[in-house]
């Protein structure tokens, strides 16, 4: 077996300390693998098995045997197999990668690992949602965990956040309450990972401070296409700190090198049944075929002086720096190129810890980290079992380790020699501290005076600018999605108090979504009660560009993924020469057709089938191209699934091409020709057609046939 049966008391891998970090941490990963090609089955205890078919009985139609060690030891190691699973975020993917800074970033922070654009630091990213159990779809309506953690060589660094840049709740006391909310109700365990339900909305309806959020989550950020095609935030305010211990506030950004695009609601629910796995499956084929993410880091910087210059709190987390004030500063790229060798070893044991930080990065008062920066820990001794869930491979730092911890269970390291206690004169006192100006932590030295209380700043007082602002910088089509998802959720609330209440919340925010959002419930618009002199005296006054997903979008349809329908009779070559035009393009194109093999085309050339009509729905795909030949058209026709396919693709807003002797198909679906997205071969010429669907593609969705469905307003 490749596995290194004595752990190393010294640092690992001490022999690889030319190599890079990042050839290190695999280095490291790859000591721990089993891989079982060309072994002998054997027991945990090494033993080899003659017979892993029959249990030991007595006679071939007798009892089982309680002698028999090795069904034992089978059945009682499959019996253990299920850890409880993250009490938030149990759903999600994850990869490897590496992070790379742009320039020196020592003016603000001493972290070793924000300093050389040459090196290259090793990074595990898991992203995930948040409601629902492990195996609840991807696609539902909810934020999504955006943790990374970096294997620096002063230690983990994990920065773990959301792709929404602020939180419910304000108060880390609260948190149970919000996810107790959220959760399937206790009583019968409904509905799985979906806010629209009673106590979701009777908690937030009582507590306007989770309104700026909820008004993100019921947006199109609830439902990306990808998590690859998402931003990430720390939402909470951290610190920077140089050498010379100067301290800069500091708020975190991911933006991905895609862009940020989103599912449609009807789109979201569909995937849930057709393919549960979407996100995660896209984020593996994606690393698996070189597609590899990227995304940028950002932050936004304010110096220590300046924390109280805005009208809202920075140790506020339901509170974003809107990007007009302070401007994010790009400082280095994220680039995720392996997938993990195993889900349970990596992506399951992996435990982030908003508290593990390098020198050079500290933390603010946000009462709500404060609170984060407890639970993390503590969540890992259940989920992991125990206080040595650092030692697990995935958890542990790359770089020279040692202390004075001992025991507890599934202890790995074998450590040697009498002491592990400080100050001892037996091994001359080490393992020892580092001063601060040779790397050892300090914290910032941040002056405190104050009483001891239970009471929330009044600067945490607002609860609506912010949510109008994120209304107001939203796009047409947005805002449609914004009050279609409340509309959906709160027809589904049972109780008729819980929405009248929240259409109260809803008015603070802005009338024309309160408004809309009675009507669909059948009640009366609200009038705004509470808060409207910040609403419009404050930010919430403005729009800030940066908050619509639709804003800044690279014009790319890398990685998209588009959908050739044919059948026998294809009219090969219009085919061929649209999927080269797409792929150089960076675009993924696959046959779909009502059989696997071979499609027999127009003048007997053939044409192999990548997946039939009903193993790949329409909602799996960024657009769809109608392959032409009269009688490839017509058994499309004729078939109930391409039809379907069609309808779904145009009531998505998505891109189609259509052969030139297609009509008679995109008819029987429904299809406008001369609807925005429909691109019809033959009106220009062929790299014309080529160009005008790649553009339709870039464009991501085609909003005006969407907006149409449902009415926004009476
Ligand atoms: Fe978490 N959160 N959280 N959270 N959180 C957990 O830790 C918690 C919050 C976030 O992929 C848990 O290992 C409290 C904000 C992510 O493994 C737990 C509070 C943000 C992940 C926990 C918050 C997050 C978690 C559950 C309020 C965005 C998944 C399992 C004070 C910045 C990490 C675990 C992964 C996971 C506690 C609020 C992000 C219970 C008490 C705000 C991405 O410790």
Same mark, same amino acid.
Request: aromatic letters at 8%; a neutral charge.
């Given at each position: 077996?490749?596995?290194?049966?004595q752990p190393?008391?010294k640092?690992r891998?001490v022999?690889?300390?030319?190599?890079?970090n990042?050839?290190?941490k695999?280095?490291?990963?790859?000591?721990?693998?089993v891989?079982?090609a060309?072994?002998?089955?054997r027991?945990?205890?090494g033993l080899?098995?003659?017979d892993d078919?029959n249990?030991?009985?007595?006679g071939?139609r007798?009892?089982g045997?309680?002698?028999?060690?090795?069904?034992?030891e089978k059945?009682?190691?499959?019996?253990?197999e299920?850890?409880?699973?993250?009490?938030?975020?149990?759903?999600g993917?994850?990869?490897?990668?590496?992070f790379?800074?742009y320039?020196p970033?020592?003016?603000?922070t001493?972290?070793?690992?924000?300093q050389?654009?040459?090196?290259?630091?090793?990074?595990f990213?898991?992203f995930?949602?948040v409601?629902?159990?492990r195996g609840?779809?991807?696609?539902v309506?909810?934020?999504?965990?955006?943790a990374?953690k970096?294997?620096?060589?002063e230690?983990?660094y994990d920065?773990?956040g959301n792709?929404?840049p602020v939180?419910?709740i304000q108060?880390?006391?609260?948190?149970?309450?919000?996810?107790?909310?959220?959760k399937?109700?206790?009583?019968?365990?409904?509905p799985?990972a979906?806010?629209?339900?009673d106590?979701?909305?009777?908690?937030?309806s009582?507590?306007?401070?989770t309104?700026?959020m909820?008004?993100?989550?019921?947006?199109?950020?609830?439902?990306?296409r990808?998590?690859r095609?998402m931003e990430g935030?720390?939402?909470?305010t951290?610190r920077?700190?140089?050498?010379k211990g100067?301290s800069?506030?500091?708020?975190?950004?991911?933006?991905?090198l895609l862009?940020?695009?989103s599912?449609?609601w009807?789109?979201a629910?569909?995937i849930?049944g057709?393919?549960?796995?979407?996100n995660r499956r896209?984020?593996?084929?994606a690393i698996?075929s070189g597609?590899?993410p990227e995304f940028?880091?950002?932050v936004?910087?304010?110096?220590?002086?300046?924390?109280?210059?805005?009208d809202f709190d920075?140790l506020?987390?339901?509170?974003l720096i809107?990007?007009?004030?302070?401007p994010?500063?790009?400082?280095?790229?994220?680039v995720l190129?392996?997938?993990?060798d195993?889900?349970?070893?990596?992506?399951?044991?992996v435990?982030?810890?908003?508290g593990?930080?390098v020198?050079?990065?500290?933390?603010?008062n946000?009462p709500l980290?404060q609170?984060r920066?407890?639970?993390y820990?503590?969540t890992?001794?259940?989920?992991?079992?125990g206080?040595?869930f650092?030692?697990?491979p995935i958890?542990?730092?790359?770089c020279?380790?040692?202390?004075n911890?001992?025991?507890?269970m599934h202890?790995?390291?074998i450590?040697p020699?009498?002491t592990s206690?400080e100050p001892n004169s037996?091994?001359?006192?080490?393992?020892k501290?580092?001063?601060?100006?040779?790397?050892g932590?300090a914290s910032?030295p941040?002056p405190?005076?104050?009483?001891?209380?239970?009471?929330r700043?009044?600067t945490?007082g607002?609860?609506?600018?912010?949510a109008?602002l994120f209304?107001?910088?939203?796009?047409q089509?947005?805002?449609?999605?914004?009050?279609?998802?409340f509309?959906?959720?709160?027809a589904k609330?049972?109780t008729?108090?819980?929405?009248?209440r929240?259409?109260g919340?809803l008015a603070?925010?802005?009338?024309?979504?309160?408004?809309?959002?009675a009507?669909a419930?059948?009640?009366?618009?609200?009038a705004?009660?509470e808060?409207k002199k910040?609403a419009? +005296?404050?930010a919430g006054g403005?729009?800030s *560009? %940066?908050?619509?997903?639709?804003s800044?979008?690279p014009v790319? @349809? $890398?990685?998209?993924?588009?959908?050739m329908l044919a059948?026998?009779?294809?009219?090969?070559?219009?085919?061929?020469?649209?999927k080269k035009?797409?792929?150089?393009?960076?675009a993924?194109?696959?046959?779909?057709?009502?059989h696997?093999g071979s499609?027999t085309?127009?003048?007997?050339?053939a044409?192999?089938?990548d997946?039939?009509?009903?193993t790949?729905?329409?909602?799996?795909?960024?657009a769809?191209?109608?392959?032409g030949?009269r009688?490839?058209?017509?058994?499309?026709?004729?078939?109930?699934?391409?039809i379907e396919?069609?309808r779904?693709?145009?009531?998505h807003?998505?891109?189609?091409?259509?052969? +030139?002797d297609?009509a008679e198909l995109?008819? *029987? %679906?429904?299809?406008?020709?001369s609807a925005?997205?429909v691109v @019809? $071969?033959g009106k220009t010429?062929?790299t014309?057609?080529?160009?005008?669907?790649i553009?339709a593609?870039?464009?991501?969705?085609h909003w005006t046939?969407i907006a149409k469905?449902?009415?926004m307003?009476?």
């Amino acid at each position: 077996m490749a596995r290194k049966n004595q752990p190393n008391p010294k640092p690992r891998n001490v022999k690889l300390a030319n190599s890079t970090n990042e050839t290190k941490k695999i280095a490291s990963l790859a000591d721990d693998r089993v891989d079982a090609a060309n072994q002998s089955l054997r027991t945990n205890q090494g033993l080899r098995v003659g017979d892993d078919q029959n249990s030991l009985r007595a006679g071939s139609r007798g009892p089982g045997l309680l002698e028999d060690f090795i069904l034992r030891e089978k059945i009682t190691h499959f019996d253990h197999e299920r850890i409880p699973e993250r009490v938030v975020h149990a759903r999600g993917a994850a990869a490897h990668g590496y992070f790379q800074v742009y320039k020196p970033m020592a003016k603000y922070t001493k972290a070793h690992f924000l300093q050389n654009p040459a090196a290259r630091t090793p990074v595990f990213a898991r992203f995930s949602t948040v409601a629902g159990s492990r195996g609840s779809a991807d696609t539902v309506r909810d934020a999504r965990g955006f943790a990374v953690k970096f294997f620096t060589e002063e230690g983990n660094y994990d920065l773990v956040g959301n792709n929404i840049p602020v939180f419910f709740i304000q108060d880390a006391i609260k948190f149970p309450d919000f996810v107790h909310a959220v959760k399937p109700e206790p009583h019968n365990e409904m509905p799985q990972a979906a806010s629209a339900h009673d106590t979701f909305w009777d908690f937030v309806s009582l507590v306007p401070e989770t309104t700026h959020m909820v008004m993100w989550v019921m947006s199109d950020r609830g439902i990306p296409r990808s998590v690859r095609m998402m931003e990430g935030f720390g939402v909470n305010t951290f610190r920077l700190v140089n050498a010379k211990g100067v301290s800069h506030f500091v708020k975190f950004h991911w933006k991905p090198l895609l862009g940020k695009h989103s599912l449609v609601w009807d789109e979201a629910q569909k995937i849930g049944g057709k393919d549960p796995d979407f996100n995660r499956r896209d984020l593996w084929e994606a690393i698996d075929s070189g597609a590899y993410p990227e995304f940028e880091l950002g932050v936004q910087l304010v110096a220590e002086g300046d924390e109280r210059k805005f009208d809202f709190d920075i140790l506020d987390a339901t509170k974003l720096i809107p990007e007009e004030l302070v401007p994010v500063q790009l400082i280095g790229k994220m680039v995720l190129n392996r997938n993990p060798d195993n889900f349970f070893a990596e992506t399951e044991q992996v435990a982030f810890h908003p508290g593990h930080v390098v020198p050079g990065i500290d933390f603010s008062n946000d009462p709500l980290l404060q609170g984060r920066l407890f639970s993390y820990t503590d969540t890992q001794l259940t989920r992991l079992g125990g206080p040595n869930f650092h030692e697990i491979p995935i958890n542990r730092a790359i770089c020279p380790f040692a202390n004075n911890q001992r025991d507890g269970m599934h202890r790995h390291i074998i450590n040697p020699g009498r002491t592990s206690y400080e100050p001892n004169s037996l091994e001359a006192g080490w393992p020892k501290e580092t001063h601060p100006e040779d790397g050892g932590f300090a914290s910032y030295p941040e002056p405190m005076s104050g009483q001891k209380i239970r009471t929330r700043s009044e600067t945490f007082g607002d609860h609506f600018s912010q949510a109008t602002l994120f209304w107001n910088s939203q796009s047409q089509p947005e805002k449609e999605h914004i009050v279609s998802a409340f509309q959906f959720e709160l027809a589904k609330v049972e109780t008729p108090a819980i929405r009248v209440r929240m259409l109260g919340n809803l008015a603070n925010v802005h009338r024309d979504l309160a408004t809309a959002v009675a009507f669909a419930l059948g009640l009366p618009a609200p009038a705004t009660t509470e808060n409207k002199k910040n609403a419009t +005296a404050k930010a919430g006054g403005k729009a800030s *560009a %940066a908050l619509s997903l639709l804003s800044s979008n690279p014009v790319t @349809i $890398a990685t998209r993924k588009v959908a050739m329908l044919a059948a026998d009779g294809v009219d090969v070559a219009l085919v061929q020469k649209t999927k080269k035009a797409l792929q150089a393009e960076g675009a993924e194109a696959k046959i779909l057709a009502p059989h696997l093999g071979s499609l027999t085309g127009e003048a007997n050339k053939a044409l192999p089938v990548d997946f039939t009509i009903v193993t790949m729905p329409s909602v799996v795909f960024d657009a769809v191209f109608v392959a032409g030949g009269r009688r490839s058209i017509a058994t499309l026709a004729a078939s109930g699934d391409a039809i379907e396919f069609l309808r779904d693709a145009y009531k998505h807003g998505k891109a189609i091409a259509c052969a +030139a002797d297609g009509a008679e198909l995109l008819k *029987a %679906a429904g299809v406008d020709p001369s609807a925005p997205g429909v691109v @019809i $071969a033959g009106k220009t010429p062929a790299t014309a057609f080529e160009r005008d669907f790649i553009s339709a593609i870039a464009q991501h969705r085609h909003w005006t046939r969407i907006a149409k469905n449902p009415p926004m307003v009476p």
